[in-house]
């Protein structure tokens, strides 16, 4: 996932990580019922089954079974103490879609949209009736003025649990504009086999994404058996605060507090965990830095990114190899030139997964 603090972008990071997009339905208000269809559909293979079903015979796939084989033999000079074995995840097109637009992105014009009613100056305002009617053209003519301006119309403070309330409703009715399947089916299954194979060889998996930290926390035990203190992510201040009944909690500021974006994943791999990874995965010019810093570590290390080359199946940008652009997880030419240099293993999507999702024919 690649998102820059730069003009237009400087209002999709805030927006994206403090609230919410398309033609979902509405985040529902505080205190709806907040059940949510965010158990993600992986199948639990066979004691002693083959690793890896949803994975071609290739590279890729010998790379994490050689890997991990390596790194949990006591008897090879590349062993990885259990307390050492870390692997890191992106999240938007590393483990689900992020095509057409990022999923909080989408999570966020929705929720633009349902507090328009309250701010009916906004119909006669170009951007913000762009915005709330999807036209993104109107959005990419946008000034630094109109994103100052949305910043203050949308960066409105709430207790964490609000929000998380927010995102459960959200997530428990939104579906892919495409695929017209909720958000937790549109996980990429040969990542989810990736992530419980190194989960069953003593490695503990993170996910590093640039989006909101809070947002992804909210579902990650469910979609990807990922506990909500093993998410690093971007996020806003927030501050200590007393209900009427001298209750404490916990409130949302506007304020930026971590851009886990560039290097930035790499500075807080290290904050949060003092440690290098010893496997990372990431899909875009995003996550460069974070493989950078894997392979800086000693020892053993595998750094892989997912190619989006698969039109069909899912989507096909670039614009590595002559794949069309995107401003949406960018994997540039310089990055795949990058990868072959450094050794780093490239997973063609057309090539190397038998299926892209679990429920494929």
């Known amino acids: 996932m690649k998102i820059r603090l730069a003009h237009l972008s400087t209002l999709l990071f805030l927006v994206l990580i403090d609230f919410g997009c398309s033609k979902n339905p509405s985040p529902a208000a505080a205190g709806a019922p907040?059940?949510?269809?965010?158990?993600?559909?992986?199948?639990?293979?066979?004691?002693?089954?083959?690793?890896?079903?949803?994975w071609n015979n290739g590279t890729a796939k010998h790379a994490i079974i050689d890997f991990v084989k390596t790194t949990t033999d006591k008897n090879n000079p590349k062993f990885v103490p259990p307390e050492d074995r870390i692997a890191t995840f992106d999240q938007d097109g590393t483990l689900w879609v992020e095509q057409p637009l990022y999923s909080q992105l989408v999570f966020s014009y929705d929720r633009l949209k349902s507090i328009a009613p309250q701010h009916p100056e906004w119909s006669r305002d170009p951007l913000f009736k762009g915005l709330i009617v999807g036209d993104l053209k109107a959005v990419m003519k946008s000034t630094g003025n109109y994103v100052d301006a949305i910043d203050k119309a949308t960066q409105?403070?709430?207790?964490v649990d609000e929000f998380a309330s927010l995102v459960k409703a959200w997530m428990a009715t939104a579906k892919h504009v495409r695929f017209d399947r909720p958000?937790?089916?549109?996980?990429?299954?040969?990542?989810?086999?990736?992530?419980?194979?190194?989960?069953?060889?003593?490695?503990?998996?993170?996910?590093v994404t640039g989006g909101g930290q809070q947002f992804v926390r909210t579902y990650s035990q469910q979609v990807y058996g990922i506990p909500p203190e093993q998410v690093i992510g971007s996020a806003v201040k927030t501050e200590l605060q007393y209900n009427k009944d001298g209750q404490a909690f916990l409130m949302r500021e506007k304020s930026i507090l971590l851009d886990n974006n560039h290097a930035g994943k790499a500075e807080d791999i290290f904050l949060f965990l003092g440690r290098h990874p010893k496997a990372a995965f990431g899909n875009s010019t995003g996550d460069q830095q974070m493989l950078e810093y894997t392979q800086s570590g000693a020892g053993a290390a595998l750094e892989m990114l997912v190619l989006h080359d698969d039109a069909k199946r899912e989507y096909a940008y670039g614009p590595a190899n002559g794949l069309p652009a995107t401003k949406i997880g960018t994997f540039s030419q310089p990055l795949y030139d990058e990868a072959k240099?450094?050794?780093?293993?490239?997973?063609?999507?057309?090539?190397?997964?038998?299926?892209?999702?679990?429920?494929?024919?």
């Open 183 to 207: 958000y937790p089916q549109m996980v990429y299954q040969p990542m989810l086999e990736v992530m419980k194979y190194l989960r069953d060889n003593g490695y503990r998996t993170y996910i």
């Open 34 to 54: 907040n059940e949510t269809a965010t158990t993600s559909v992986v199948q639990p293979a066979p004691s002693g089954a083959e690793p890896l079903t949803s």
């Open 341 to 361: 240099r450094n050794g780093w293993t490239v997973i063609s999507m057309k090539d190397d997964w038998k299926r892209v999702f679990a429920w494929e024919n």
């Open 156 to 159: 409105i403070s709430m207790p």
